[in-house]
Each structure stands twice: as structure tokens, then as C-alpha cells.
Nanobody, 117 residues
Framework: QVQLVESGGGLVQPGGSLRLSCAASGIRFSIYNMGWYRQAPGKQREMVATITTGGRTNYVDFVKGRFTISRDNAKNTGYLQMNSLKPEDTAVYYC???????????WGQGTQVTVSS
């Protein structure tokens, strides 16, 4: 059974930091491109950052310089370090994995991030 389980969300003040984790099980994590997406209330889900199997990263403009995506294939885990958080970063954050072999795609259940004073 394939599972992507996010953790690390919570309530943080503006300017604060959080580190999200995405623990994968049931898949060979190293052959999956990984990404973090988010969905704010009333808005569509949007890409935040992606990382390929080879470690190449891509960020949406509004998080560049603040967020860092990384992965540890030995631990089957992906990460999103979020610094200098803003209220507009408030959303449910989802982990995504796509196989570079089959194209099969999986999503986590999401973790809530709330940035508020």
C-alpha cells in the first residue's frame, strides 16, 4: 500500500519558520520526482516547489529565496523548509510523487499551515 504522509504543519507567526516532511512508503522513492503543492481556502491547488530524482529543484516565484525543497532517498522522505513565512502562505500543503518510470502519481493527505499573529 502506497502512502505519502505529511507532517510538520501548524500555526506560526509571520516571519517564522516551519519544516514540512513527506514520508513515503510502499514505493521506491528514489525513482519518483517529488513536489509540494498548496491549496488555500477558495483557491485552486498550486505548485510550490519540485525536486527531481536527480535533485534538480524548481520553485514558484512567490517562494523563491524563502522555501527550500530537499529529499533524503535513504529515508524515503522529502522536505520543505519554509522561512520568512507570510500570512498569504496559509494553506493546506500537499506532497506529490510521480514515478519517472511509469508516470504513476500519488498524493498525501495534506498538512495545514497557518501563518497568523
Amino acid at each position: 500500500q502506497v502512502q505519502l504522509v505529511e507532517s510538520g504543519g501548524g500555526l506560526v507567526q509571520p516571519g517564522g519558520s516551519l519544516r514540512l516532511s513527506c514520508a513515503a512508503s510502499g514505493i521506491r522513492f528514489s525513482i519518483y520526482n517529488m513536489g509540494w503543492y498548496r491549496q488555500a481556502p477558495g483557491k485552486q491547488r498550486e505548485m510550490v516547489a519540485t525536486i527531481t530524482t536527480g535533485g534538480r529543484t524548481n520553485y514558484v516565484d512567490f517562494v523563491k529565496g524563502r522555501f527550500t525543497i530537499s529529499r533524503d532517498n535513504a529515508k524515503n522522505t522529502g522536505y520543505l523548509q519554509m522561512n520568512s513565512l507570510k500570512p498569504e502562505d496559509t494553506a493546506v500543503y500537499y506532497c506529490n510523487a510521480v514515478s519517472v518510470v511509469s508516470g504513476r502519481e500519488y498524493w498525501g493527505q495534506g498538512t495545514q499551515v497557518t501563518v497568523s499573529s
